[in-house]
C-alpha cells in the first residue's frame, strides 16, 4: 500500500499525517489555510478551542525530542484536547515488547490519536497500518524518513515572510542531507508548491545516493550553493558525525559550510534564515546570523502550533464525519 | 536413510511424461523405471520389469528431483520460525529432492555433533535429503578456523560463513586456503562488512526517498575483487552466493573467463523484485543482499540464462510473523521461498527468458555439480530423485496452500502456472498431489 493510499480516506482528505508525498497541492494549501486560522487563537489570552474536547491524545515518543514533543502537546492542549505524553526511548523496548504490543497496550487505553517519533524509516507508516481504525497516526519524524509537520511550518513560515508565490523563490538547504528527515520533508513540500529552484548545499558525504532524482540542484560549495538565495535553511549537525568519518571535525565544517554574515553577502539582501532547530552555533552558523534581523527561527517555534493544531484537527475531524 | 522404508512398491513405472534431463541431454516423451531406488531405466523397460506402481504422467513434465542450493529450516535454535519437519514437506511438495542449508543455525554447524543432528532429524522427517555447509569460521566469529577436515569427514559439502561476510582479509585468506587444503568449496557471500553495515535496501533513488539506509553497490562489488583475488593466489574452489548486481556478476563472468575456479547463484526473487518493491515499506521485500534496480534484475536474468549462474536457488528463510511485524529496517531479512522455486522458475520460460530445459538444468544438475553430488539427473543407476510437474495446472499461493511454515513472501496471493504433482525421494513417493 503507497503512503499516500493510507493517509487520505476515500474522499482524499486526512486520515493520518505521514508524510508530504502523497499530498496534493489543494491538500496542502488547506491545511496551511487551517493552520492560518489557528494563528489567532495562539495569540489570544484565552488560548483554547474546544474543537477536540474530550479526545485522547497520546504523544508516543521512542526518541528524545523537546521542541516537537512540546509544541504537540501545546497544540493538543490548546485544542482542548487530553494530552498523555510517553517516552520509550528505551524502557519497553529493553524489556523486550514489541512495537506492536505497546502499540496494542496503549489502544486498550482507548486512544483517538498518536502522535510518533521513531527512530526506524517508515515506523509511522507501520503504525498507522495496525492502528484500530478510528484511530489516527501523525509522524513526529520516522528516521530519515519523514518529519512532514516540520516541513509544513517551515513552508507556513516561507509562506508568511515570502508570500504565496513559491515559483519566484530559490531556497537553499544547508547541512546534513543524508541523515535529515526534515529536509526529505522540505524538498517534498517545496516541490509540491512549485518552488522555482531548490538547492542542497552539503560536502558529499553528507549527500544521499542520487539525490537530484529528489527534484533539488547539488551544490558542494557554500558560495555557489547560496547564491542569490531567498531562503536559506540550515540543518542540524550530529555531533556523531564525526565518528563516522563523515566529516574531519566541526571546525572545518564551520569554515566551510557555517554560515556567517559575511557569506551571506551572495544571497538576496531579504534572504530568510531558517533552522529547525536546536543550533549548534558556531558549527552550522554564527550568533550573529541566528539572532539578526533576517532570522526567523523562533517565528518557525510558534507557527509549529498553528501547523500541527491544524493537522491534527483535520486528522480528527474526518473521523468525527465517518462515525456522524 | 528413511529411503529404505517399507510401505511402498520398489518398482515403479513412470509412463506418459515429457522426460526433461538436461545433464543427459534428454527432452522426449518416455517412461522412466525405477527399481530398488534406482533408476532402472529410461525408455524401453528393463527385461522382466514388473511395476508394483504405475504413475500416469501424460501431460507432464518428469524432471530430476529439484536441488535448492540454499535453504534455511531454522532447525535447530529457531523453531519458531520453522522446523526440519515442516520445511521437509514443504519442499517436497515444491520438487525439492535435495536441500542444502547454510551453517547458521543455533547452534551453528561446526562439529560433526551438528551435521549429525540435523542429518537425523531429516532422515526422520524422511521427505527431503538435507545437505549442510560447515562453518568457515568458528561459532562464524570471522576470527578462528573452524575444523574443516573433521566437518569434511562428517559429510558437509562446503563451508561457508553464511550471511557474516569476513571483515579480516588476512582470516578470509587462511580460511580459504585451509579449506583448499581439504577440497572443500567455500561458499561466499559477497557483501563488504563495513560497507553494508545498518544497511537495509539498495543505496539508489528509492532508498533514499524513503530515508533507508542504504547497501550500495560497491558492497557487494569490493568483496567479489577481494575474494576473486584471494582464489587467484589460494586456488581455492568458490561459489558466490547471492548474486545481486549486474557488476558483480560481470566480474564473475570474466573471472571465469580467465578460467578461475568460480561459480555462482542467483536466488529466485531477485529476478522478479526489484527496489522499486520496497516502497510502502514492504517487510517482506525486505532481503540481504537486497533487492536492486530493474538493469540489474535484467542482467542478472541474462546471466542465468547465459549460465554464468548456474544455479537458481530459493534462498529460503521462513519467519514467523512477528519478525515481519515491525518497521522495515528493524524486521528480519528473508523471504520463504520452497513454495514458489518451481512456479516462479517456470514463469522465467514463459517469459521466454531462457528454455525449459536451461531452467530444470539450473534448478538440477547445475546445483548438483556445486555441492558435488551425483544427483540432480535421471543417469540411470543413479538414485531415483524425480520430479513430477503439470506446467499447465494454475494455482494461487496463499495461506491455505503454501506448506511452508514461514508466510513471509512478497509472492502472496500470486496466481502461479505449474504445480507438482509427484515427488520421488530414492525411489519412494514423498508427496502426490
Redesign the interface.
Known amino acids: ?3 499516500a493510499s ?1 493517509q487520505l480516506d476515500a474522499h482524499g482528505r486526512l486520515k493520518h499525517f505521514l508524510c508530504i ?1 502523497g499530498l496534493n497541492r489543494q491538500l496542502l494549501s488547506e491545511i496551511l489555510d487551517t493552520a492560518e486560522s489557528f494563528t489567532g487563537v495562539t495569540e489570544q489570552t484565552v488560548k483554547k478551542v474546544p474543537l477536540l474536547r474530550g479526545k485522547t491524545i497520546v504523544n508516543l515518543f521512542f526518541e528524545a525530542s523537546t521542541r516537537t514533543r512540546t509544541t504537540f502537546e501545546l497544540a493538543a492542549k490548546r485544542l482542548s484536547a487530553d494530552v498523555l505524553n510517553i517516552n520509550i526511548t528505551q524502557s519497553s523496548t529493553v524489556k523486550g515488547e ?3 504490543d505497546t502499540l496494542r497496550n496503549l489502544e486498550a487505553m482507548h486512544v483517538d490519536m498518536f502522535v510518533v517519533r ?1 527512530n ?4 509511522a ?2 503504525i498507522a497500518s ?1 492502528v484500530a481504525p478510528h484511530t489516527s497516526v501523525i509522524n513526529a519524524g ?5 518529519h512532514p509537520t516540520q516541513a509544513l511550518l517551515d513552508v507556513f513560515t516561507i509562506r508568511r515572510t515570502k508570500g504565496p508565490d513559491f515559483g519566484r523563490l530559490r531556497v537553499a538547504i544547508v547541512g546534513d542531507i543524508l541523515h535529515s ?1 526534515v529536509a ?1 520533508s522540505q524538498i517534498h513540500a517545496l516541490n509540491l508548491l512549485n518552488t522555482g529552484d531548490i538547492r542542497i548545499v552539503a560536502p558529499r558525504t553528507l549527500v ?4 537530484e ?2 527534484g533539488v540542484h547539488v551544490y558542494h560549495d557554500l558560495e555557489a550553493g547560496i547564491e542569490g538565495a531567498d531562503v536559506i535553511i540550515m540543518l542540524r549537525l550530529q555531533h556523531e558525525r564525526m565518528q563516522g568519518a563523515l566529516l574531519p571535525s566541526e571546525h572545518e565544517y564551520y569554515e566551510l559550510f557555517g554560515v556567517t554574515e559575511e557569506k551571506l553577502a551572495v544571497a538576496r539582501p531579504d534572504v530568510t534564515i531558517m533552522h529547525p532547530g536546536p543550533i549548534n552555533r558556531g558549527v552550522e552558523m554564527d550568533s550573529e546570523v541566528a539572532d539578526g534581523s533576517r532570522s526567523v527561527i523562533l517565528e518557525q517555534v510558534t507557527h509549529g502550533i498553528a501547523v500541527r493544531m491544524a493537522v491534527m484537527s483535520m486528522a480528527m475531524h474526518h473521523h468525527k464525519e465517518r462515525k456522524a | 536413510m528413511t529411503e529404505s522404508s517399507t510401505q511402498q512398491p520398489d518398482r515403479i513405472r513412470i509412463s506418459g511424461g515429457r522426460v526433461v534431463d538436461p545433464a543427459n541431454k534428454v527432452d522426449a516423451i518416455l517412461d522412466v523405471f525405477i527399481a530398488d531406488g534406482k533408476i532402472a531405466a529410461v525408455g524401453t523397460p528393463p527385461d522382466g520389469f514388473e511395476a508394483g506402481h504405475d504413475i500416469d504422467a501424460s501431460g507432464r513434465i518428469v524432471c530430476p528431483g529439484l536441488v535448492d542450493l540454499c535453504a534455511r529450516t531454522r532447525e535447530p535454535g529457531q523453531e519458531h520460525k520453522a522446523t526440519i519437519a515442516s520445511e521437509s514437506l514443504a519442499a517436497a511438495s515444491g520438487g525439492i529432492t535435495t536441500l542444502c542449508c547454510p551453517p547458521d543455525t543455533r547452534p551453528v554447524v561446526e562439529t560433526p555433533a551438528d551435521i549429525e543432528l540435523i542429518r537425523l532429524r531429516a532422515e526422520a522427517a524422511g521427505k527431503t535429503r538435507i545437505v549442510t555447509l560447515g562453518a568457515l569460521t568458528r561459532g562464524l566469529d570471522g576470527e578462528y578456523l573452524s575444523e574443516m577436515a573433521a566437518l569434511k569427514k562428517a559429510g558437509c559439502v562446503g563451508v561457508s560463513n553464511a550471511l557474516r561476510p569476513l571483515a579480516n582479509t588476512l582470516v578470509q585468506r587462511r580460511a580459504l586456503e585451509y579449506a583448499a587444503t581439504f577440497d572443500l568449496t567455500v561458499f561466499l557471500y559477497a557483501n563488504d562488512h563495513w560497507l553494508s553495515a545498518d544497511g537495509c535496501a539498495h ?3 528509492v ?8 547497501i ?1 553497490e560497491a558492497a557487494e562489488t569490493t568483496a567479489i575483487a577481494r575474494d576473486l583475488a584471494l582464489v587467484e593466489q589460494t586456488g581455492v574452489r568458490a561459489h558466490f552466493c547471492r548474486v545481486s548486481s549486474a557488476r558483480a556478476a560481470q566480474m564473475v563472468a570474466r573471472a571465469q573467463f580467465d578460467g578461475l575456479p568460480v561459480t555462482a547463484d542467483v536466488a529466485i526473487p531477485y529476478l522478479y523484485l526489484t527496489e522499486i518493491d520496497i ?3 514492504d517487510s517482506n521485500c525486505h532481503v540481504i543482499p537486497p533487492l536492486r534496480t530493474i538493469e540489474d534484475r535484467q542482467r542478472l536474468r541474462d546471466a542465468v540464462q547465459r549460465g554464468i549462474f548456474s544455479a537458481i536457488c530459493s534462498d529460503h528463510q521462513p519467519h514467523d510473523p ?1 519478525a515481519k ?6 524486521t528480519e531479512p528473508g523471504i520463504s521461498g520452497l513454495d514458489t522455486l518451481l512456479p516462479l522458475g517456470l514463469r522465467l520460460v514463459d517469459e521466454q527468458v531462457m528454455g525449459l530445459n536451461e531452467l530444470i538444468q539450473r534448478l538440477t544438475a547445475g546445483p548438483a555439480q556445486i555441492l558435488g553430488l551425483p544427483c540432480g539427473t535421471l543417469t540411470v543407476g543413479n538414485t531415483a530423485d524425480i520430479c513430477i510437474f503439470d506446467p499447465e495446472l494454475t494455482w494461487q499461493l496463499d495461506p491455505s496452500t503454501i506448506k511452508s511454515h514461514g508466510h513471509n513472501t512478497p509472492f502472496m496471493g500470486w496466481e502461479l502456472k505449474g504445480r507438482v504433482t509427484h515427488t520421488l525421494l530414492a525411489g519412494r513417493q514423498v508427496h502426490a498431489l
Open positions: 500500500m503507497s503512503n493510507l508525498e514489541t512495537l506492536l521513531h526506524d524509516s517508515g515506523a507508516h507501520f495496525h520516522d528516521g530519515r524518513h519523514s528527515r526529505r544521499p545516493a542520487h539525490a532524482s529528489l | 543505496e539508489g533513488k532508498a533514499t526517498r524513503m530515508g533507508l539506509t542504504g550500495p516502497r510502502g515499506f512477528d511485524l515491525r518497521p522495515f529496517p528493524s
